[in-house]
């Protein structure tokens, strides 16, 4: 942070020799992304479980011939990894983990494709395939970008120690994931974790990510009766399960729609002024976005706006309820027992532990005598963030600036990933770098990505692998 | 009620008198009953359609035999009734009629009798086989009572006008009943109604039931996003059918659990000081009923009993609750919709349309924005209660006290029944006489009656319908 910014003349220099070699390479790449599209991999159907390993074989061997002295195919008890590496030349300078995946959601012509979803089809400026925006395409950008990088600065090596992790079971969950990053933390290990599994706000809007929320989920069972009773012989005497989870419901929030079980809030790293005037900067059209929930009104904590809800707060939302008779018609029981699945996103300085103690303390709390209950969590995620400041975002913010030639803005993600393992075991912070734009249709048919932001994506790794090595390393 | 109470002297050669018949006929009365509960009349199962019209067909042959100059078996659209009349020969008498049900609940050997269900055996003092305690055990006595009746006072008919209906669709919620007393009403016209479907506290403490609940019941939906939508990247943001739903449910109750719904409790008719000095009376252990309810905890409204909970006050029940993923492990959604099952017990004074439009009122002012709702309501039961003093419950209580040579003592019917339909299609007061006990099974295997009971229900009808024709008819 205290380097003074390099110079507008190098800079001028540096962006046209990294246009020149995105230019000149742009057709070859399509080609070899292509390639690796056509190869259906699906990791959540167990009929493309090879065509996931080929997916990773493949992938493997493109980064042998792009250039990193490593690459190799991790195997999980499920689908593999690749992991790629090329140190730099300088052994002082910062290592970078790229993280992305190879696997796909499944998709099917009939679901609605206008083409087959594993023949890679251009259309204007846009590639039409699954995968290429999640997230084949957004790997792959970093092949182009470290060779851009390598050709515009002269080096024989990258300025940054890069690594590359590109998981093969993102899209059925990560089930294997953090024991993968566990079991090979040595080799993982790095300064910075740059996730290229995200988008920006939109073509015109290029924007930083600075963070997730974690997740924690749990479910849980009130028992009343040892069976269904008869609601004419014992109504308004003994108590009702139904009834129980539903007042467990209704205290789960406050009139001002914040969690109400007491410590939920301890630790909250709160949104600061700045992040919250830039938040209000961005084009937010609350209709548009409602249309985007299918939801019919606005609602959440007071004092925050739509935007820092879902991005910046911590919630807990009912997933699922049920108990008693949900059949056609009536039946007259007092029901023996009923479930609640909660989830609780959470942010910057909650910790799943302390959480699932709270939610304990706070159900055995409100259950009244005569129900007895059980809690089972499930693995928690961890919110990750990356505070503004930090010299590794801002070099991420300034690389993309320049290959958009704009300034960028900042947003967060409501969702949870695997990111967060990352960060946690690797101790690490997280920064994410994406170019997909929301139209881009993630998990739906016609899945697409722009061509233009797919090489924005690769040139802004060429000029950030320089930016971070120069002024990361001063703050060390 | 102004007339002087029968000197003892008559009382006494009436009950000899009774009870000499009552002896005579035992054997002939226990070989017809057995063999009407041969007839596995099931109503619930198609099978045993034929069956059904089988026991209406024997019942009404039997009546004719007993003496009642009209037998007639009544269509439905479903299985048959039986009526049947047997006027008084005094044309100012009073007119009564006796409700009960042909019908049986489903029963099979390896349900867990001992024998089988439909081979009826006495072992001790007690007539094991389905049916013969829920109703056709208490539909019988009437016909030993009627001729007892007759024996002892010496006449050629009864002292009231004497009608019987006998469904054939009871424990099959009896769809087709109310339609047809209202098909019937002239014929059905009576000053009092005598329901003989209940039971009494126990063998040691006789009890008549002098009301029941009413029931209305309603399904809420409530829907949110118009799909299942994403908890990370709309949670927080959004209202939550699911959490609606649980807030509607812990509205429902106030922190005294009395119902919140407001207007519910208008026109309520309250338990009096006596009934509540009556019900305290009676030798309630509330271990032992929790074992009953197979629930853990008394748990209802603040400044009531057990009993009076069950018996007197109007209740709010949910009998069921769903929404969103009630599968195993979690699933980070804002589910699309949820819905509600509720019942409400209602007690005399409680008009279901009023109920059913508080509670529209209620949910429409507890919904919040964003969150569409539809409310569906069925067919209500009414509730049905005569006061302690009136004149045909005074007979009862005196009929029933003589044949058990015990004061009797009052109690009421938490669940609801289509005698709440005889009330309130022809006008007239319903009053209960059952002499089964808790532990005969109802609906369970192994059911049965006690005999010396039976025969004391035969007993109080002997002297039933000489006491209302005395007593009744002067405070017309």
Request: glycine share 20%.
């Given at each position: 942070m205290s380097k003074p910014v390099s110079s507008a003349a190098t800079d001028a220099s540096a962006v046209s020799a990294v246009r020149a070699y995105v230019d000149a390479h742009r057709a070859a790449f399509l080609d070899d992304l292509a390639e690796w599209l056509r190869i259906p991999s699906v990791s959540a159907q167990p009929e493309h479980a090879d065509d996931v390993r080929r997916s990773a074989d493949w992938l493997a061997a493109h980064l042998k011939a792009t250039g990193f002295p490593t690459a190799e195919v991790w195997r999980t008890p499920g689908a593999p990894a690749v992991f790629a590496e090329w140190p730099s030349d300088d052994p002082g300078a910062p290592t970078v983990l790229v993280y992305g995946h190879h696997d796909v959601q499944p998709a099917a012509r009939e679901d609605g494709w206008d083409t087959d979803p594993f023949e890679p089809v251009v259309r204007g400026d846009r590639l039409h395939a699954r995968g290429a925006a999640d997230d084949k395409g957004q790997v792959f950008f970093h092949t182009l970008g470290v060779r851009a990088h390598l050709a515009a600065t002269g080096?024989?090596?990258?300025?940054v120690h890069l690594k590359l992790l590109v998981e093969g079971e993102e899209e059925s969950g990560s089930p294997h994931f953090r024991d993968l990053v566990e079991q090979h933390r040595e080799r993982l290990a790095a300064d910075a974790v740059i996730v290229s599994d995200t988008g920006m706000w939109s073509r015109d809007t290029p924007t930083v990510c600075t963070g997730m929320r974690g997740v924690a989920d749990c479910e849980i069972e009130l028992r009343g009766p040892d069976q269904d009773i008869h609601s004419g012989s014992f109504g308004g005497a003994v108590p009702n399960p139904a009834t129980a989870v539903g007042r467990l419901v209704a205290a789960l929030h406050d009139e001002h729609a914040r969690v109400a079980i007491p410590g939920f809030y301890e630790g909250v790293t709160e949104l600061t002024d700045r992040e919250r005037e830039l938040f209000a900067e961005l084009p937010f059209d609350e209709a548009e976005w409602l249309r985007t929930a299918a939801s019919y009104a606005p609602y959440g904590e007071a004092g925050y706006t739509t935007l820092e809800r879902v991005w910046a707060r911590p919630t807990a939302e009912v997933n699922g309820i049920g108990g008693g008779y949900q059949g056609a018609g009536g039946k007259t029981i007092i029901p023996a027992s009923a479930m609640l699945k909660l989830s609780f996103r959470l942010v910057a300085g909650q910790d799943p532990d302390r959480i699932e103690a709270s939610v304990r303390a706070w159900v055995a709390d409100q259950v009244p005598a005569g129900i007895r209950h059980t809690i089972t969590f499930g693995a928690p995620t961890r919110p990750c963030l990356t505070p503004l400041d930090h010299p590794a975002l801002q070099s991420v913010a300034r690389a993309m600036g320049r290959a958009f030639e704009q300034e960028v803005r900042f947003t967060r993600e409501g969702g949870s990933g695997p990111a967060a393992d990352l960060q946690d075991v690797l101790k690490a912070p997280v920064l994410f770098l994406g170019v997909s734009i929301p139209s881009d249709g993630w998990h739906a048919p016609n899945e697409k990505v722009d061509l233009d932001l797919l090489l924005k994506g690769a040139e802004t790794t060429a000029y950030l692998w320089t930016d971070l090595a120069e002024h990361w390393r001063d703050t060390d």
């Open positions: 080096r024989g090596a990258p300025a």
